[in-house]
């Protein structure tokens, strides 16, 4: 199975602030990569597929990037409704692994 | 609008059976996949397997691969997922999302979650 890893783990932030989260996988994934936001006791929320490709109504102030193992999900400037978890998850075999998330708090 | 609509709640026994459904609207249904992925409480998202709204297809993760099985119901446009031998840390939220068939690139229309309880 291909593992996925996040970094940091966890990040306090002030609004207006740029924030970059990491992902790392196991092996090459290509591009075959997802970013996921869920807030507490919420449905997680599809931000980007294919690495840097965002769903429809997602704000471009989230941008995400790389290819191969190494990614990021860049938040432009954070605003309020930002503070939640995000999961990086890779769809490039099965099973299609999840990151352990990165919580995102206000500082 | 799309729509994803889970079923309610459920408390079970150790070694009893869940199904929870996924109903689907606005959207042709054979068009997309659909993917159960879990959440145990203060846990992170763990992916259980994905069926072929086109033609059935089933790839579950091996860690269910004995225990879930996933179905769907073309005529009301819903799709199940079947747990068996439930245990203590079956315990969790189940959703279940939306896959685009050609890359299984996930999509922006998820279900609310169905919290499925084991307890004795």
């Known amino acids: 199975d291909i593992q996925m890893t996040q970094s940091p783990s966890s990040l306090s932030a002030s609004v207006g602030d740029r924030v970059t989260i990491t992902c790392r996988a196991s092996q090459d994934i290509s591009n075959n990569l997802a970013w996921f936001q869920q807030k507490p006791g919420k449905a997680p929320k599809s931000l980007i597929f294919r690495a840097s490709t965002l769903q429809s109504g997602v704000p471009s102030k989230f941008s995400g990037s790389g290819s191969g193992t190494d990614f990021t999900l860049t938040i432009s400037s954070l605003q309020p409704e930002d503070f939640a978890t995000y999961y990086c998850q890779h769809y490039k075999s099965f099973p299609f692994t999840f990151g352990p998330g990165t919580r995102v708090d206000l500082k | 609008q799309v729509h994803l609509v889970q079923s309610g709640a459920e408390v079970k026994n150790p070694g009893a059976s869940v199904k929870v459904s996924c109903a689907s609207s606005?959207?042709?249904?054979?068009?997309?996949?659909i993917n159960w992925v879990r959440q145990a409480p203060g846990q992170g998202l763990e992916w259980m397997g994905w069926i072929s709204g086109y033609n059935g297809n089933t790839d579950y993760a091996q860690k269910f691969q004995d225990r879930v099985t996933m179905t769907t119901d073309i005529s009301t446009s819903t799709v199940y997922m079947e747990l068996r031998s439930l245990r203590y840390d079956d315990t969790a939220v189940y959703y279940c999302g939306g896959l685009h068939l050609g890359d299984l690139s996930p999509n922006d229309f998820w279900g609310q979650g169905t919290l499925v309880t084991v307890s004795s």
């Open positions: 606005g959207y042709a249904f054979n068009a997309y996949g």
